[in-house]
């Protein structure tokens, strides 16, 4: 029999407390590993309820909005999901002013109509705000300046609304409180503008004023207040 060496032997220890220290490090990391996992998954998942619990609340706020739908001023478009006046502004050509009074009285009442749903959706929907797109469009028609000239209807739609004293509270108001953002745009007279026909046989068809009411939540304000 071949007897080990004392060398051999110091040898051998040493290589079972270099594998044990191994072992117990190995572990700690795995420990370590598994804690962190466990609390990346659980942040995962609340992030994940606190996502589907903020797209509930858009749902239900876009349901609330379909309430403008049954009013006598406004219809909801399905396909481009944005409210149209159902009552045609006529403009004369090159035009973008609004004289006609029952035009301007029909302009005054949508505009209470979607500022009241704003302050009813934003008073029921703490932390939700919206963004209200007013859009001019021009017709093919000639005319050079019609990116100009439909910007200017918009905004002509605009100041019919902020020079009437209620209304202009009403903008005002959640302007202050950071609740609605008002956008003017105009589309002039190509395909920019979604919904246009598909023949310019009846020119004035196309200059219309068509209203986008878009509701969005800060994810930030809305999960903080959750907590």
């Keep these: 029999m071949i007897k080990s060496t004392k060398h051999e032997h110091t040898f051998w220890i040493g290589y079972s407390d270099f594998m044990t220290s ?7 990391l795995f420990v370590i590993f598994y804690i962190n996992n466990q609390k990346k998954i659980k942040e995962i998942n609340q992030r994940k309820k606190q996502v589907e619990y903020r797209d509930s609340i858009m749902r239900n706020i876009e349901n609330d909005m379909k309430e403008l739908e049954s009013s006598r001023e406004l219809k ?3 396909k481009y999901r944005r409210f149209e006046l159902k009552r045609q502004i006529k403009f004369g050509y090159a035009d973008h002013r609004i004289k006609n009074s029952d035009d301007i009285g029909y ?4 505009g209470n109509k979607l500022f ?3 302050q009813k959706l934003t008073t029921k929907y703490k ?7 007013i859009e001019g469009m021009a017709s093919k028609d000639g005319y050079k300046l019609n990116d100009q000239l439909s910007y200017n209807r918009a905004l002509e ?5 902020y020079d009437n004293y209620d209304l202009r509270e009403k903008i005002d108001r959640h302007n202050r409180e950071l609740t609605c953002k008002i956008q ?6 190509d395909k920019r503008g979604w919904g246009r026909l598909n023949s310019y046989t009846r020119p004035e068809d196309d200059q219309k004023i068509i209203v986008y009411l878009t509701p969005y939540i800060s994810y930030n304000e ?5 907590k």
């Design 184 to 189: 003017i745009v105009g589309s002039g007279e």
């Design 22 to 28: 191994m072992f117990f490090i190995s572990l700690v």
């Design 116 to 118: 009241n749903m704003i």
């Design 76 to 78: 909801y478009n399905n």
């Design 222 to 226: 809305f999960f903080n207040d959750k």
């Design 107 to 110: 302009l005054l009442s949508v």
């Design 127 to 133: 932390n939700s705000q919206y963004m209200l797109i």
């Design 157 to 161: 739609v605009y100041k019919i609304w």
